[in-house]
Each structure stands twice: as C-alpha cells, then as structure tokens.
C-alpha cells in the first residue's frame, strides 16, 4: 500500500513520508500516509472497523501562500489502486468549486457547484483527513480571536485546552491538544499537535490515529482530555436541572397508567427527592407548602421511557445525553463503550453530576479476527472469555453482548458464566451460528432486525468473500416472503424462549443500514414493508419487545415507536414497551417504568396525548429524572450550542439556542 503512494511521487526531489498508525485499542486497524512534495501532498487513510471503516486517498495541491489551493477525493479499492475521483476543491481568485466535474451526486462523483470565496476562509475537503484537521488547526491558532470563516460556509474556532510535554525515560514529546469547534457542532473535535504544529494524534474515539513513536503516551493523551471533557459536562448540568426547593409537584395532569395500559384523568403527582410520595385524584391530593408547581392541566404525565441501544461517546456528557433527555429518554442501556468512559458516565450521573438518563451498562466481547469491533476486551479462549465477564460484573454491568466475530464455541461458556452472575446475554448473532442456535447456547435478547434475514443465508456471510449480516439482510430484504414457514418456525421458537428482541427498526426501514455498512442496490420500499411485517408478526406472536435508536443522541428514539405505531401495535402498548417492559426486562420493575408511590422519580410532562398519537411525544415539555426537573427547552438550548467554548458559554458567554439535527 505504502509503494503504491509513493509512487505517485517517484519524481519529486524531495518528497517527505510520514505515518501514524490507526489503533483499534492498541490493535493497529490501518493506517494514515503523508507523502508530501514542494507544492503537493498525498494522504492515503486506510483502516478495517468491522465491515466498515475508511479506505480515500486525498490529493493535495498547494497555492504560492502555502495554503491548500485544490485536493480531489478518490477511493481506494481492495486491490489497492485509486478509484475515479468522488468529490474535489478548487480555488480561484473569487471561487471555491466542490465537486467532480459531469458528476451526478452516484458513482460519478459528487456534482459540481461554485461557491463565493472569501480570502480569509481556510480551504479544504467537503470530507477531510485528520491530517487536514490538524491543518486547521494550525490555521486557527495563527487566526486573531483564533477563528476564521470556513470556506462554504460557517466559522471554525479553536481553544488550546493542553499544552504539556510527556515524558517517557529520555524521550520527550510536546502535545498540545486543539478543540475545534465548528459551525453548528454541539461538541468540539479535539486534535493532538507536536512542537511544529502536526499532526500527533486524534481524540478520544474507538479508532484514534497517532504517530508510532507516540503510542507510548496514548494514555497520558487520554486522561488530560477525559478530565477536560468531565469539567464540561458536569457544569453543563449545573446549567441545565432548575432548582427545586422542597417538594415537585405536576398538578391536574392525565395520568397514563403504564402498568394498566390506560389512561386516568386528572391526577397530581408529589415528589420529594428522588422518590414519588404521593399519586392521587388532584382533588384530594395535597400540595405541600412550599412546593414547586408545575400546571399539568390538559397534559400527559408519563414514566421516562427507556433507550434499550446506545453507546455512550466522550460527548454524551456535555452535549448527546441532553439530547436524550430532551426524547424522554430517562434510562438508557448502553450496548458498547469504552470501559473508563462508560463507567465514570454512569457514576456521576448517579451522584447527580450530570445531566444524563439513568445508565445500565452491557459489556461488549469480541474475537480476535481483522474484523474485530472496537473494544478492548478481545477474547479467544474460555480462561479469556470467563476473566471478562467476571470483570464486567465487578464494576457493576448487568449484561454482556457478544459480536460478530466471537468463537460460537465460546458462547455456552460466556452465558453460563453471565447467568451464574445474574447478567443477560445478548447480541450480535456471531458468524457461524443462526439465531436459534444462538438463543439455545444462551442468548437471552437479540439486537437487530437485520438477523431475521441474514439468518437464512449463512454462506453469504463468506462468499464470496466476508460480509457483513446487514449487508446480506440489504440485499435480502426485498424479495424475503416474511411469512415463509422458515421465518414462522423461527419467530415460534423465539416466543417459546421468551427472547427479547432489540430491532432497532429505526436502522433498516428508509433506508438507515447504511448507516451501519449495508450495501448494495435494493427496493427500499419493499425491503421497508418486510421489517414491517416483521414487527407484526413479533407482535402477534408475542415475542418481547424493546425500543433502541443505535445512535448516541436518541434522536430517531421517536421514529422507532412510530415503526411500532404503523406496524398496527396499539399505541398505549407500545408506550408500555417504552416504559415498564422495559424495566421488567432488566429486573428494574419495583424502582423504574411507572409513575407509583415508592417509586424513582422519573417522570415526563407532554402537552400532548402520547397514548393515543406517538407523535404527540414531540410535544415534550419536562423531563425529571431521579427527582431532578430539567424543561426540555433548557436542554435543546445547551445541548445544541452552536460555535461556543462550553466552559466559557458556561461561565455567561452567549448561547444561540437554534438547533440542527445530528
């Protein structure tokens, strides 16, 4: 790979070759190559996460002043030659172009559009390399106010957040890490620089790019930007929660009764602390003095509903887990994470520091091939297998989910070591097994509606070559006949075993897979009406249900009931999946899922009529969570801050509250 770059400038005089490594937890997954001349450079980034990653190689020239002048995209196919060129920039005196000319916006390229230059923007890739960004950076630094206008739009700013030299025996190595935030960004990007302001490693990602000779202080890195992140978020939950002084209550609100499925009209809930003290006809029901007063009158009181799929990222803290109070989302499971950032996350939204849903975490397990997921805990044999899982636990994770690459001999032994710890099993069904052979060595749960398809097709997981299940259940979908006795006998079997299932239908139906890696042609509306009819017949046959975004805002949490709505579920039983099915599911049952005396206090106001109208829960107006009260309003202004330091935002600075989706 590396020849084939290089000899793209077998001419130069002086060409320049520099590398970092792409680390998949200390596993190199690929890498990022710098071939750069007198007026020109070639990054080629190359690295396997999964079925996914990233596989371009950008073409750079330079103008007189040193700036990047043009760059063209291409792809680097398996046989590791360049592709046609996908997308391109070129600059003139007053323009910027993006795009390849004739192209269509499909496998010719990008289309062609011109846009006004301002001479001041800094220039680069509509889809650049973390080269580019440390580029920018560098822009930014020498920029007065350290900011400048992007070309095609918006501003970029930066803050130096470190600036320290590591040492490690006799080597010494500056780094200085840059946070970038740019246009409507809820959260900065952070980029490492050395002592010439290069490149020297990215943030905090499952996939972090660094220079070999600094691999070594990996984990310096880590801790000086968690610890920065950290302050972020916790006085961003200060800002957030409204003060209540003595107790909450929501007067004259309609109830809905999530462990009867009804509705009970004008109600009053009481809540002191963390704890519901009293739900009662708001007739009868006392306020206490000195309450805080919420008028619920014409409104729905709810339980907080529960996010059954996320993975929490170092930006939940201070910007994704608003975001997921501002849906309802009151609890939310975690399925892969990094196990220092997962732990601390839920830790301190325990103690009250964060303004975040309730989390329960799933320790993620994976095998040892090139196709690996991003986790540390890789396991290859039963000793491995068991050490993590008793590990899991004794940082207090209630499941495990396994991946797909784990040995299924592995499987019995990692469910009997789960289960004799009182932990769930779940996942990804591994390469090698169909979902019933799953469930019958110990699966407890099944993520993924993509399986229902990809089951029947083992051998195309391999060939002709290895693919991924989404991939197969893309081409699939469309023409499965969803009430094949196959698929019959299979969702029998799962409601036999009472396995629940994570669809995260939100993923597939419109077209979502490729999210997640799936490829190929396909007649979405056809492959939309197969995973339908797979909700009905999960439904009709009574197979468990949870709800799950697979993102880490919870932003299609909504789009994922509304699948159920159209599906012909009765709404008020999907608002019981969201809510106390949930909780039963997870054992949580006597704290979480309803609105009872005893009870968490975790609770929504919707000016709305949610058990009749699922999209009636865009109507949100109060999220309480552990007995704290945050207006959703509060949480969509911080959540979605645009272009602003958050400490410094924080500490009075301006907030713009509009907002865009992610």
């Not at 009997?416 to 979902?435: D, F, I, N, Q, W």
Request: proline letters at 5%; charged letters at 20%; hydrophobic letters at 45%.
């Amino acid at each position: 790979m590396l020849l084939s770059v290089l000899a793209l400038f077998a001419a130069a005089h002086s060409a320049d070759t520099t590398r970092w490594i792409v680390s998949n937890h200390g596993r190199e997954a690929g890498d990022l190559v710098l071939v750069r001349a007198a007026d020109s450079a070639v990054v080629r980034w190359v690295f396997t996460d999964r079925n996914r990653g990233t596989r371009l190689e950008m073409r750079y020239r330079f103008g007189s002043d040193g700036r990047l002048a043009s760059g063209e995209q291409r792809p680097v196919l398996a046989d590791g030659t360049t592709g046609a060129p996908s997308d391109a920039f070129s600059t003139s005196a007053d323009s910027i172009w993006y795009g390849v000319a004739n192209g269509a916006n499909g496998a010719n390229g990008a289309r062609r559009v011109g846009l006004k230059r301002d001479p001041a923007a800094f220039v680069g890739a509509r889809g650049g390399t973390p080269w580019e960004q440390a580029l920018l950076a560098r822009f930014l630094l020498g920029r007065p106010g350290l900011t400048s206008p992007v070309a095609g739009g918006g501003t970029a700013r930066a803050e130096v957040i470190a600036d320290t030299t590591l040492r490690d025996g006799k080597t010494r190595q500056r780094a200085r890490l840059v946070m970038i935030y740019r246009g409507a960004q809820p959260t900065p990007t952070g980029i490492w620089l050395d002592e010439r302001g290069e490149l020297l490693a990215t943030d905090v990602q499952w996939f972090i790019i660094v220079r070999p000779s600094a691999e070594r202080f990996l984990p310096a890195l880590r801790a000086i930007e968690l610890r920065w992140r950290n302050a972020v978020g916790e006085a961003v939950a200060q800002k957030v929660v409204t003060k209540v002084d003595g107790a909450l209550v929501l007067k004259n609100g309609d109830l809905f009764d999530s462990e009867r499925g009804v509705m009970v009209p004008q109600q009053t809930v009481v809540v002191r602390g963390d704890r519901i003290v009293a739900v009662g006809p708001a007739a009868s029901t006392p306020v206490p003095d000195g309450a805080t007063v919420i008028d619920a009158t014409g409104k729905t009181i709810m339980p907080g509903m529960w996010e059954m799929h996320t993975h929490l990222q170092v930006a939940n803290q201070s910007a994704l887990s608003l975001m997921q109070l501002a849906q309802g989302l009151t609890t939310a499971r975690d399925l892969a994470s990094d196990v220092d950032v997962a732990v601390s996350q839920r830790n301190r939204e325990r103690e009250g520091k964060l303004a975040s849903p309730r989390i329960i975490l799933g320790g993620f397990m994976e095998g040892p091939l090139k196709w690996a997921g991003p986790t540390e805990a890789v396991v290859a044999t039963e000793a491995q297998a068991r050490a993590w899982v008793a590990r899991y636990d004794s940082l207090g994770y209630r499941q495990i989910k396994l991946y797909n690459v784990t040995h299924p001999d592995l499987v019995p032994v990692i469910a009997a070591e789960a289960h004799k710890r009182g932990m769930l099993l779940s996942g990804h069904v591994p390469r090698g097994l169909t979902m019933q052979a799953a469930v019958a060595l110990g699966y407890d749960e099944i993520q993924h509606a993509a399986f229902f398809f990809s089951n029947f097709f083992q051998d195309s997981l391999y060939v002709p070559y290895m693919r991924a299940y989404s991939q197969v259940a893309t081409a699939v979908a469309p023409s499965f006949d969803v009430s094949s006795p196959a698929m019959s006998t299979l969702i029998d079997y799962l409601a036999a075993r009472r396995t629940v299932i994570d669809g995260t239908f939100n993923l597939w139906i419109g077209g979502g897979g490729a999210l997640v890696g799936a490829g190929g042609s396909t007649n979405q509306e056809r492959a939309d009406s197969a995973y339908m009819q797979i909700i009905r017949r999960l439904y009709a046959a009574g197979v468990p249900l949870v709800a799950g975004t697979d993102n880490s805002a919870g932003v299609t949490y909504r789009r994922e009931l509304e699948m159920y709505e159209k599906a012909g579920i009765p709404v008020p039983k999907i608002l019981q999946i969201a809510t106390i099915d949930a909780a039963r599911i997870m054992s949580d049952g006597r704290e979480y899922g309803s609105v009872r005396v005893g009870k968490v206090a975790d609770i929504l106001l919707v000016a709305g009529r949610p058990a009749e109208r699922i999209s009636d829960l865009q109507k949100l107006e109060t999220v309480i969570r552990g007995g704290r009260y945050y207006k959703v309003s509060d949480l969509q202004k911080y959540a979605f801050a645009r272009g602003q330091s958050a400490l410094n935002a924080l500490e009075g600075g301006d907030l713009c509250p509009g907002h865009d989706e992610p």
